[in-house]
Structures are given as structure tokens and as C-alpha cells.
Nanobody, 112 residues
């Protein structure tokens, strides 16, 4: 049974940083791509980042490129999202994704 558990969200002021974590289990983590998505109230779910199994390939959504960085630790079955220079428009629930599996998400709120 696949489980994805996100953590690390919270309230941060504009310009601040947060680091999200996703703990994965129930599948062969080290051979699969992992993704982050986000969903703001009233909006569709938006692609944020992808990381390939050995971290050779990293892709980002246009709205976060240059500010966010995705990484993974295959020994610990974890994927991370380092978010810098956060802005109010980054406010959303952030989800870890593996194929058709989703975590419950972690809330990120950017506000002064």
C-alpha cells in the first residue's frame, strides 16, 4: 500500500523560506520519478516540480522556477521541496505525488 506523508508547511512572511518533506512507502521509491503539486483555493492543481530516480532530471513549473528546489534521499525514501523567496501567490496546499498516488498535503500560507 503506497503512502505519501507531507510535512513542513506553515505560515511564512513574503520573502521567507520553507522546506517541505514527503515520506514515501509501499513501493520501490528509488526507481520512480517523484513530483510535487500544489492547489490554491478555487484553482486547479498545479505542477510544481519533478525529480527523476537518481536526481539527474529536475523540472519545475514556470511560476516556481528559480525559487524552488527539489531533492530526494533514496536511502530514506524521502523527497524534499526547498522553497525560497515565497510570495502570497505561493499560498496553497502542497502535495507529494507518485503516479496515481497522492499524499494528504501540507498547507503553506504566505502572508504578512
Amino acid at each position: 500500500q503506497v503512502q505519501l506523508v507531507e510535512s513542513g508547511g506553515g505560515l511564512v512572511e513574503p520573502g521567507g523560506s520553507l522546506r517541505l518533506s514527503c515520506a514515501a512507502s509501499g513501493f520501490n521509491f528509488r526507481i520512480d520519478n517523484m513530483r510535487w503539486y500544489r492547489q490554491a483555493p478555487g484553482q486547479e492543481r498545479e505542477f510544481v516540480a519533478l525529480i527523476s530516480p537518481q536526481s539527474f532530471v529536475k523540472q519545475y513549473g514556470n511560476s516556481v522556477s528559480g525559487r524552488f528546489a527539489v531533492s530526494r534521499d533514496n536511502a530514506k525514501n524521502m523527497v524534499f521541496l526547498e522553497m525560497n523567496n515565497l510570495q502570497p501567490e505561493d499560498t496553497a496546499v502542497y502535495y507529494c505525488n507518485h503516479n496515481d498516488d497522492w499524499g494528504r498535503g501540507t498547507q503553506v500560507t504566505v502572508s504578512s
